[in-house]
């Protein structure tokens, strides 16, 4: 049994347990170990990931040591990360000459070598990405798959671009990029421009997808960033122009981590476990005969017959045919999340009928087997995806609130998100974030569906001219 989901934080703790996502009992704070299933669900999360970077981008591998002399270059970065980074400092029982980082991101490890594949303007855009581990000493209290030190699956991509606006143009397609992989996993999210003191340590600008927990707290899903010349000129890398001239590229990167899976599992499960979207679940379908005594085998041989077909049409499917009650398979393959269950007892088999019904809705419908076709399962994923986008949508509507007065947003702050209008003065924004003692996110881009405020209106703080940004707790 499972923690009632209102108790958030258990239920999240006990759900990655029980439905085998993470092991959290490897001897290192921060680090976890994926469980087969959970790792079936990891690769069909970044399946859709993968598809979509490579329309546009060349995926590469880079070393995970970086030199502390490359790391250290630039400036603004070295600073945001020194405190984050793990060193190795020996070679068996030899102290290195230079001390290796493990990569807490990649752009120091990737730039020096663009600098030498970077030759003219033809070599340009450049747009690579990589799947890899990525190690942060995260002083925050760390969870599995939200804060961790060892990010398993951080996707990340860095691109080269002729000049600032092209770069512009690439955040652009790199934020519907990711508007089209949260959208698939039906994950709500405002689009966010973090405010200047909570950049990308190099960035110009940095934009970030937030989605809104079970329990009011926001979760940062993604992050695009401009990073203009900044990086360019540390690194030297030039190309030359049509007219002859040498000129710094102007760059961008993003990343995704294993957050997207913490949120999908977060967002959709209920009480009895995890509902996971039809494209994503590891098992898409589970048939569960009803054994009576006498009529087995007449049960049997025809759900394996639903069983074959459903696997011709190409779904996922598996049978329950072990010794349990029907009760206890029901209990198992709901806290697994499996969309689709199939129940076939004898009076079915009979009649060639079989009874449906989806993990979200959890109503029985009796049908004619022959029913069961590929269109008709295309169509039950959609419906199925519809009905989890708008609950989710339901879910931020509660948590999201538009506010003119601080004391009253003081108050909000750990129940959800507030909408306020804040002028770009930098003390406007730290007065606020005194106040109510939570982290402002940054201007609104986009909102979820469903989600209205003025974009302009009165500075919340001084009264001037304001745009709309939102503030909440963050894990
Ligand atoms: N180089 C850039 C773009 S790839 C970069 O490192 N950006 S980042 O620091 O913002 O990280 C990208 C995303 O990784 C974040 O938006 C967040 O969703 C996720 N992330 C960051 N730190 C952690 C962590 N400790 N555990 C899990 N996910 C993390």
Known sequence: MLPPKSNFSEWYHEVIQQAEIMDVRYPVKGLYVWFPFGYKLRNLVYGRLREIMDREHDEVYFPALIPE??????GQHIKGFEDEVYWITHGGIDRLDVKLALRPTSETAMYPMFKLWIRSHADLPLRVYQIVNVFRYETKHTRPLIRLREITSFKEAHTAHRNYEEAEENVKMAVNAYKEFFDSLAIPYFVIKRPEWDKFPGADYTIAFDTVMPDGRTLQIGTVHHLADNFAKTFDIKYETPEGDHAYVHQTCY??????????????GDDVGLILPFHFAPHQAVVIPILYKGKEEQVLKFSDEILKKLKEIGIRAILDDSDERPGAKYYRWELFGVPLRIEIGPREAEGREVVVSFRDERVKRKIQADEITEEKIVKWADDMHDRLKKRALDLILEKVRFFENAGEMEEWMGKGVAMFHLCNSIECGESIE?????????????MPEGVHADKEGKCIVCGGDGRLNAIAKSY
Not at 255 to 268: D, M, P
């Open 255 to 268: 990343g995704i981590s294993e957050r997207c899976v913490a949120a999908l599992i977060s967002i959709h």
């Open 69 to 74: 002399t490359e790391l250290g270059k630039e």
């Open 434 to 446: 005194e106040q109510v003692r939570a982290g402002v996110l940054g201007e609104i881009i986009e």
